[in-house]
């Protein structure tokens, strides 16, 4: 077997990812231009700095190093962001894939894992989304995900290109070593921001409406853990290498939670006061966002280890934890 070229591979996802492969004898090298990610987390392997629309970069890479497939993780991710700079996004995201793809044809490397995202799905949101649910991206970022997955469907048409897209609902927790785990900046998610607050790094956390029709009107979003994720890439690597067919596949737990019950949860483990405002909703934000992963079970063998979201905020709050004695000024 060859080594595995992961883009974005100092980023959340991504580093806990290569963690897992190399955990499983695989070799692995890292590309990434460090704009969001850390160089700590790409410790485990081989590491370049450098961007996926670099082609001359790309072409190295794929010369000096035996690569038989690919796992792209690098993107700009934040929603609020991509609508203020969309170009930036179509850019990064969008000319990144298409140079990524570009040089992999050009090394004759066909096998491609991609991160998609649910943001690529439309309205209704009001039941268990499925892959072949309408897709309506509301955001230049999730537009940016179903170009890229248009792309590779187009590609796989045609060449020998392989690829398997996965439309990961919300990516949560954290290594249970931690070792590495979500350092986002500025943070946007959910269970980061409430242990942030846990830890008194801020004052309080604002609730973006309580007025959904849900049972405590908070919004509810479907969590699944960071290293389900990571075994979800190395199932779907197994997958095309026994003659899987090209697709978008859902990663998903099922089970939604709300804001509400997110933030109980995280009383309970931390032990600690979360002080909440109620904030007016977010343009954008739909009331409820759950997938359904029959066909990742189906396909991949896939069940996540991880379902209870009380086990993802535990082990997302030994990481925080952890990162915060590891800032914390010493006296
Ligand atoms: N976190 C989630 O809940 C979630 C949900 C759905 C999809 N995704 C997708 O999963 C992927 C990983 O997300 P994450 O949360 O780990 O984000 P992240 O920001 O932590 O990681 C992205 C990594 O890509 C790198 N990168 C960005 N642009 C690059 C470029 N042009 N060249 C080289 N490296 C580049 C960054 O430096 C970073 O290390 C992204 O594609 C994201 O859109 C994430």
Redesign the pocket.
Known sequence: MGKILV?????????HTVKRLVSQGREVVV????????RD?ARFCDFVQ????DPVLLDSVFSSEPIDAVI??????QVGESVRNPLYYYN??VS?AICLVSAMARHMVDTLIF?????VYGPPFDCLLTEVHPTAPLSP?AAT?AMIERILADMARVTPFQYVAL??????GADPDAEVG???RPET?LIPLVLQTALGQRDHLDIFGDDYPTEDGTAIRDYVHVLDLADAHIAALAYLRGGGASRAINLGNGQGHSVRQVIDAARKITGRDIPVRTAPRREGDSTRLVGDATLARELLGWRPRYADIGEIIATAWAWHSKEAARSAPVL
């Open positions: 883009t974005g591979g100092a980023g959340y996802i991504g580093a590309l990434d231009n460090l704009s969001t990610g850390h987390f450098g961007d996926v629309r792209h993780f690098a993107a700009a991710s990064n995201n990144g991160s998609s995202s649910c943001a970022y995900k439309r990961y609902f919300n990516a949560a979500e350092r986002h998610h």
